[in-house]
């Protein structure tokens, strides 16, 4: 079920004799930029297996309680991570 103040942003799509317009294309460079951090972000929380798998006979207050876990170790992989010198230094 959709959330209602959920907006579905697809990319446009160019057809045979009709090229997209150089603000399409921005448009859907935008919006892989956007698309592409959301998914190396469930990407980092889904290495946990606990979430990355189907969850059988729990209630939805451990479902939640394992993604806010799992996320909190992704986001403690990330500021921990070399690739982010500035986050590091806050915790250094």
């Known amino acids: ?7 579905i942003r697809l990319q ?4 045979r004799n009709k090229p997209l317009s150089v603000a399409q294309k921005t ?6 930029k956007v698309r592409i ?18 969850q059988r ?3 939805r207050a451990r479902y939640q309680q394992r993604w806010q876990i799992a996320a ?3 986001n403690l992989r990330l500021i921990r991570s070399s690739a982010n010198p500035e986050l590091t230094a806050l915790w250094a």
């Open 12 to 15: 446009q799509k160019a057809f």
């Open 27 to 32: 448009t859907n460079r935008v919006r892989s």
């Open 57 to 59: 006979k729990t209630t």
């Open 1 to 7: 079920k959709r959330h209602p103040k959920w907006v």
């Open 37 to 54: 951090g959301i998914e190396h972000t469930i990407r980092r929380v889904k290495i946990c297996r606990s979430c990355a798998d189907r």
């Open 72 to 74: 909190g170790i992704a």
